[in-house]
């Protein structure tokens, strides 16, 4: 159990998606600390230019302006910096062929963005709690898709 | 007496004149003699030198005589050889008359068929300017069809690039049609939670209506994304036990079965060459459309079987006879359907109920005809309504 604040970084360019996101991290009973980038240049530059700790967590949206989110997925795995970092997509489409090769490419868990706002607190909420509990490897394939 | 004595003298004169003349003859004569004697002599002279002459002459002769039996001999000799010669030149002369004959008989031959080749070369020429018409039609028949197959290639151009452009919309469907949706129901949601104190009854109720309404676009686009997903992703077929598919569709359904008191039958159920994850939506499809058309007064019974049967025997213009047919029947007892819509139901969007009554997009069936035509088969529902509906299925068996 992560008891110091927790890292979460969320790369999303949707407004409206960022602002979801924030409301279910005030609401999450323990100290988090929320970074939000809008493109995956931005994310990469972040990322490469931390110096001491890496985030705890990264919700990274597939569909982003100038770099997407499977580019940054294989950038992130593929550096022996940043490969520990947990990798969540957050996503609103859903494609099995998409979500197999995303499971492939190393990410942790795959989540379709509810539309009902309820649940989409709750999946973000649930996620957050795994990463407190620092139980977040790679689960089996079938348990990839995480749905409430 | 001087007369007398003259006339005696005259007489002695005359035979002294006579004895003098006969002298003188005489002398001649000798002359003559001697002169003839030296030309006997010269004659006898020339005698010898002459009985020289012929002996030398005839020993000559002799000579001759020796050559002339010798070149005799060889004469006859060459006569003998002249004589075989000739015999020869006859024979060969007699050899010449038969050959020639012979030639006489091949020229005519010759003749008889040089006529029949002029006519057959006639008729060559005939049949030489025909081909040279046909090729002159080939010719413009060809250059129709190469304008044709370049028709045809633009046209297929058109339709790569026409592809393209259906595939960019569906990826624009996919995603970003789907986030503003997504927005609307959320933030309706988010209303429904956190202004519920402020908000009319009917108030409440329109909000809710259009949720309702976001949530079956939603679905819309899902199923109309699933649709087009059968046509361009790739296809790999591969032997496959349908009873494992029918399996997997079944725990995958099993609260709606449970709910619905359905009892699944699948019999004599064969593998299969096919593309299996298409045939589990498939079969996903018509187990759920079963389930959601059944008659809520007999619990719903699903029979599936399959069998392998020769084209011939399907008597079926869109199936070769001398194909094997892997033929997959699906017949339930629900609601069923009018048997003049057997054809429509296929079609995109072609929905026989009211949507409040049973939901649902009305792609359902769309799908499953394309996986079926993905599997170079064809699909044939009948049904009666209240009598339940059957799909009868039949694809190549290898």
Do not use: W
């Not at chain 2, 050559?67 to 005799?72: H, L």
């Not at chain 2, 976001?214 to 699933?226: P, T, V, Y």
């Amino acid at each position: 159990m992560i008891l110091k604040q927790m890292n979460v970084l969320l790369a999303d360019d949707d407004i409206d998606d960022c602002l979801f996101f924030k409301a279910a991290v005030d609401e999450f009973p323990l100290p988090t600390q929320l970074t939000v980038v809008h493109d995956g240049e931005q994310l990469m530059r972040l990322l490469t230019n931390i110096t001491n700790e890496l985030p705890d967590i990264l919700f990274l949206d597939l569909n982003m302006p100038r770099k997407n989110g499977f580019e940054c997925l294989s950038a992130i795995k593929l550096s022996k910096e940043l490969k520990r970092l947990p990798v969540i997509i957050f996503s609103t489409s859903f494609e099995q062929e998409v979500v197999n090769l995303l499971y492939k490419n190393g990410a942790q868990y795959f989540i379709r963005k509810p539309s009902e706002f309820t649940q989409f607190k709750k999946i973000i909420q649930h996620m957050l709690m795994l990463i407190a509990q620092e139980n977040i490897s790679q689960p089996t394939s079938e348990k990839f898709v995480l749905t409430m | 007496m001087a007369k007398i004595k003259n006339s005696e003298e005259d007489e002695l004169t005359i035979a002294l004149a006579e004895l003098a003349f006969q002298k003188e003859e005489k002398e001649k004569l000798v002359a003559e003699l001697i002169i003839v004697r030296e030309e006997l002599a010269f004659q006898k002279e020339e005698q010898g030198k002459r009985a020289e002459e012929l002996g030398i002459a005839n020993i000559e002769l002799v000579f001759e005589d020796d050559e002339k039996g010798k070149r005799a001999a060889e004469l006859i000799i060459a006569n003998k050889e002249l004589v075989f010669q000739n015999e020869e030149k006859e024979k060969r002369a007699a050899e010449l008359g038969i050959a020639n004959k012979e030639l006489i008989f091949q020229n005519d031959e010759k003749e008889k068929r040089a006529a029949e080749l002029s006519i057959a070369n006639k008729e060559l020429a005939f049949q030489n300017e025909e081909k040279e018409k046909r090729a002159a039609e080939l010719i413009i028949a060809n250059s129709e069809l190469a304008f044709q197959n370049e028709e045809k290639e633009k046209r297929a151009a058109e339709l790569i690039i026409a592809n393209k452009e259906l595939l960019a919309f569906t990826y624009v469907s996919s995603h970003d049609l789907q986030e503003p949706l997504r927005k609307i129901q959320t933030f309706v949601s988010i209303i429904l939670e956190n202004e519920n104190d402020n908000l009319s009854d009917n108030g409440k109720y329109n909000f809710q209506r259009m949720q309702l309404a976001a949530g079956r676009m939603q679905q819309l686009i899902d199923d109309l994304l699933a649709f087009s997903r059968i046509t361009t992703t790739e296809l790999k077929f591969e032997k496959t036990d349908i009873n494992t598919i029918i399996e997997e569709v079944k725990a995958e359904l099993k609260d709606t079965i449970l709910e619905k008191h359905a009892t699944i039958e699948a019999i004599e159920l064969c593998p299969a060459n096919i593309i299996a994850f298409q045939f589990r939506q498939l079969m996903y499809n018509l187990i759920s459309n079963a389930l959601k058309f059944s008659n809520p007064d007999i619990p719903l019974h699903i029979l599936i079987k399959s069998r392998i049967v020769k084209g011939s025997k399907l008597n079926n213009k869109k199936l070769s006879p001398d194909k094997e047919y892997c033929h997959i029947t699906i017949k339930d007892n629900g609601i069923g359907f009018e048997p003049h819509f057997s054809e429509r139901i296929f079609e995109v969007f072609q929905k026989l109920h009211n949507k409040e009554v049973y939901g649902g997009t009305g792609i359902g069936l769309a799908i499953v005809k394309k996986i079926v035509e993905n599997h170079n088969g064809i699909i044939i529902a009948t049904g009666e309504l209240q009598k339940g509906a059957t799909f009868d299925i039949y694809f190549p068996a290898n």
